[in-house]
């Protein structure tokens, strides 16, 4: 270690700091600046210097966090080191992954921990997401990024923020809980849940508690979606719903339940492999089918496996195996071993197609291949 000035005072200074293991200072040159530190002093609570450079590196040798401070106070038994006005890199195995700033930290466990508070911003190069919050903690060993109070972070057009979060540096991975609240532009959307993960790198958040997801045309709200168990992926702007989903969009006015959907926000457009329910409040018809595809823009519906319609108003039912549902004409187009069921009159018709609409029991049934219309007609008798 090269020392650029004479002074006792100083030497002894760097001594001490040297044995601490917290600080380097390097010779002035032309290709690199003074980093001694400008001003030592030693008092009785310990020793104090003004525009250092601090750092600590492993037994590789490789960089574990270097940072600029206006001031650092040493306590007596080198046990803490209070920094102010603090600029920095956080590493690992020797690349920068987190670029910080605030105005006051705290070192401790010989720069095992390091607490950096009020004013904090934190920036991982690597996917440029941007953290900021009061207060948190760097543990470089084992490369997190604890967030101990409600913060703040922005990445790709999402801002969401939380009660306390976790950085795991090594994954790119940010865990949220406690109030979280994500919300983003084009489509405009506000997320509300207890717990989230989010994977930064492959731009996915995961859910497991209980999730609030709205979507607004404007300061209008058009879908609102509720779920417990969800994967979002924010490039694609698509929901995945892993387990019971509850669903309301106001134009068409329709409610959907169900398992494992996949929704495009920004497209409106629902897809489900499993037994989903799809309602229409205005006709009071409701929909059943093992398969589900639904543009909501459209008001089309497609339906297939064991398809199941009923009108609440007039107890109409349909059954097939295949159906397209215009929602907006208010009409149905069915295929494959249809059954038609109404109440008044009473009667049922099988045949291989049926188009028409349920609630008004205008529906006419044909059939194909030489196939005959089955036509059963319920005379009530008088007692």
Not at 213 to 239: A, H, P
């Amino acid at each position: 270690m090269k020392i650029n000035r004479n002074s006792i005072v100083l030497l002894r200074a760097i001594c001490l700091l040297f044995l601490f293991g917290l600080i380097s200072c390097s010779s002035k040159s032309t290709n690199n600046r003074e980093s001694a530190p400008k001003v030592v002093k030693k008092t009785n609570e310990g020793l104090s210097l003004s525009k250092a450079t601090l750092e600590q590196s492993n037994n590789q040798g490789q960089p574990l966090w270097k940072i600029e401070v206006k001031k650092a106070s040493y306590s007596l038994d080198h046990k803490k080191v209070v920094v102010k006005d603090i600029k920095g890199n956080f590493f690992q195995d020797g690349h920068r992954v987190l670029e910080i700033a605030s105005k006051d930290g705290e070192v401790y466990k010989n720069g095992e921990e390091i607490y950096i508070r009020n004013s904090v911003v934190a920036v991982d190069p690597r996917n440029n997401i941007r953290i900021d919050a009061d207060e948190m903690k760097w543990q470089p060993k084992a490369d997190l990024l604890t967030i101990t109070k409600r913060f703040n972070a922005v990445h790709l057009g999402f801002q969401i923020s939380a009660d306390h979060a976790i950085y795991h540096s090594r994954h790119q991975e940010l865990e949220l809980t406690g109030n979280i609240l994500a919300f983003s532009k084009k489509p405009d959307i506000e997320l509300k849940t207890e717990h989230l993960k989010w994977l930064i790198s492959q731009h996915k958040m995961i859910g497991d508690k209980p999730l609030e997801f709205i979507r607004y045309q404007g300061t209008s709200i058009t879908d609102q979606l509720n779920t417990k168990q969800m994967e979002i992926d924010t490039i694609k702007n698509t929901i995945l719903s892993k387990d019971t989903l509850n669903f309301k969009s106001i134009h068409p006015a329709t409610q959907i339940t169900g398992n494992n959907f996949l929704w495009n926000y920004r497209e409106r457009h629902f897809q489900s492999q499993q037994t989903a329910q799809l309602y229409d409040y205005s006709q009071q018809v409701t929909f059943t089918a093992n398969g589900t595809d639904y543009d909501q823009n459209k008001g089309l519906a497609n339906f297939k496996g064991g398809v199941h319609g009923l009108s609440s108003r007039n107890q109409t039912q349909i059954y097939s195996q295949q159906a397209i549902w215009y929602i907006k004409n208010k009409k149905v187009d069915a295929t494959g071993n249809i059954i038609y069921k109404q109440n008044n009159p009473k009667m049922q018709l099988t045949g291989d197609r049926a188009v028409g609409t349920l609630q008004t029991n205008q529906v006419v049934v044909t059939s194909q291949n030489g196939n005959k219309v089955v036509t059963q007609i319920y005379i009530k008798r008088k007692p």
